[in-house]
């Protein structure tokens, strides 16, 4: 993937363009080590296509480097024509001359290509200079490639640039360093972390490759690189330099000076080195990756007695960063150091709502746990789980709950038990054991209860997360009583969180319970009073508020809410929350036949998640498979199922929409048994569910089949009307609501020649091929005779055919419109009418205008 | 990678110049798609040039339809497709 290099690229191909109208040109490319000098130049190259001729050469990165390297490759390059170029000892300006010679005769243009002339022999050096000074009059592009970085003052390279580049001829590019946004690209579904990428590479593309390439360590190859050249260093500046290293920025120069020799000379010559850059009161390496990479070179012995000098200074200085003294204690191997600040650095992330930096701080105490408190460890895996959660990583967080589970059995402390059980089962909803969660949660409530001084915090928290259970199963009945229950406890407890999170629960019962109103009023309560107080709950809220308003298909509602939460998700680190909010967002889009919306949301969500069965991915996926099956396209059927088979033993909400989409698939193939074989099950658990959309998508499917003839209880209206063949108040219902494919399913189940006329516009507009497909089939086998085509006709622009303005012209002179009259119909100068009518007139090669109109009539616009 | 086989109406007829223009249209097709990562391996034109058959190398058909919306060019039908060799059943 080429990342910002478009203007590069054009740039080179201007230069081309010229060498080719006969002024050749030297392009000087330069950039930092790994900016993608080469990539850059193969690109290019490729983008050619043939057009021209290609000659390569590169010279050593060698102590004593071959002499002209890059001619030796010239001749061995295949077709280049100058194979024989050292076959007979001429010497070196006779052989610069015949390279010359073939630029300036080639018939085809050439680009002659020089790689990494930083490390140019003297006698390659000559020939750059050579065949710059006379590139002009030829029709080829030079193109030198050079680390800027690597050329100082005194490097030989730098007196040929000095001559070459005052010429006309020349031209210098450089090749920067990706941008954050370019970076976020390119680390894409790796799971590396995009900032932590860009500050260790700085967006140099090289790093960037490599570190992606080689997982979460440094890859050896860039580390060897930097440590190559610091090994060249004397004892003294090297000890300055390996003090810094263990800085994770930038170093004191007094610190690096105590922590190395003492001696100030060895700080001025390791930054005269190069290696290091000082701004007078600190220090630091020129690149992040060159310090970690001096740091883990040096032997361990010398390493953790740095970083322990380190802790000491930095007590000294402010003994309360704990995220600091961690990271040294951690680097150390200092177990009881680490346990005494990664505990509380971990705290202190979680509560700035740092999850990542918690969950890291966390691991590492848990590390050294023998050396901690017991009921401390305890708490603190419990703790853990909760952000493990939060990171969509359930098996480690689960493994964390159990471990703290065991402890608090022993200890028989049964409030804690409680909550371990009620974590678990919300942990085992992620994998999809809903019957395994409830069974958690009925625990929990059932220890509480049990013993006579549970807290009523405890018991409220125990209740409701049980009450969640069953509005999970779309269990209103179930589901209430228990959430009211909650609410007592949580009023008795006179605990305002508690109380916030069972209104959660209870308003998304009353939204199942059918009582909508109040429900998005009092979630959008929840949300509200729950931002500042409560991150967790205020996610969930605003989650729920437009997944449950999707699922009752209330679009703005969910639309202005999946918005809220992937904003909110995105600048607090919740990405499972984000993920699930923008697989909604496909979901909804398209429902509302936004088909290209619909790909673009879920297709990152498929892409980034790890977990297949997790809610985001099955609701994406079954999205794109239902986008697929509408439009016709490969792979419909196969995400579809994939997606139920993924889904398997999660909850009705999760599947049903999958479910009927592959219903929908065997329909179209007039597959009935099918349609059925997927659908009996899932319909039977639709009747017993709160769930008049399921109920209703299902039935219809059903019936379609032809294994139900009335619509089943309670189900959605519009399913209902047209299960009850009512198309016409089926379709209006469905355009209330905003869903432009069900219009037209119901208008085409109208039957009548102008409501299936009417469904074929909709179906054309959609891009739904099968349906326009079926349509037009219907209505040319009830005797119509002219059915309309297909909207590519009036609205796309073909290769050499017309634009749309173009068109719009043409259907104008066809209906005798004058230059000023269509002029004024398109607000439009009458010149500019000229323009194209002259450009009609030649792409479809008429005399005439009058032709030009006959020319339309034909195609039958 | 998969292979598509992409129907294409053109009513008004498909006419590509020998021409600079012609030269352009298709290099801005060929760089759309790399865009999208999808190749254009080659097309079937049919006699009155008004369906092309094109053979497309891409990741998925969302990004075979991406990148034709990029060209401006119309999809009637993609179907994922693989080689039958006749020769491989006949022996040459």
Redesign the interface.
Known sequence: MLLERDDLLAALKEALDKAVEGSGRMALIAGEAGSGKTTLVKAFIESLDDAALIITGACDPLTTPRPLSPLLDFAANDGSGLEGLFALEHDNVTIFHEVLDRLRHSIRPVVMVIEDAHWADQATLDFIRFVGRRVADSKALVLVTYRDDEVGPDHPLRSVLGQLIPLTSTQRLHVPLLTVDAVTTLAGDSGTSPSDLFRLTDGNPFYVTEILAAGESLPSSVQDAVVGRVARLEDGPRKVVDAVSIAPRSLDIEYASLLASGRMDDVDIAVGSGVLESDGRELRFRHELARSAVETSMPPGRRHGLHRTMIGLLKEEDPTDHARLAHHAIKAEQPDLIAEHALVAAEEAKQRGAVREEVAFSMAALEVADLIDEREVADMRMRAAESLYVLDLIEPALDQVKLALEWYQREGLVEQQAEAHRRMSTLHLGTGQVEKSLAESQQSVDLLESVSDASSNSLATATATLAHHYMLRRDATHGLPIAEKAMEYATTANSETTTLSVKHTMACLELIAGRLDDGFTHLREVVDQARESDRRLHTSAITNLGSGAGEMRRYDLAKEALEEAVAWGESHDMDGGVRYARSWQARVAFEQGRWEDSVRFAEPVINTELNPASYSVLTAKGVLGRVRVRRGDPGGKEFLEATLEDSEGHHLQHRWSPASGLAEYHWLRGDNDSMVEGLQSMFDAALVADSPWARGELGYWMWKAGAIAKPPADAAAPFAHQILGNWQQAADAWSEIGCPYEVALALYEGGEVTSMLEALKIFDSLGAKPMSDRTRAELRNSGMESVPRGPSLSTRQNLAGLTNRQMEVLSLIGRGFTNSEIGKELFISKKTVEHHVSAILTKLGAGSREEAAATLEKMGA | MPR?MVER?????????TTQ??RA?M?G???NNATEQVTWVQSFVSGDKTKTFCVYDGP???SI??AA?LS?????????ISVLDPYFYVGA
Do not use: K, M, S
Request: charged share 30%; aromatic share 6%; no cysteine.
């Open positions: 598509y109406d053109f009513p008004n007829g498909l006419e590509i110049p223009d012609g249209a290099l097709v060929v760089n998925t058909p969302e339809r991406r919306g401006e060019l119309p999809i009637d039908q993609i179907t994922e």
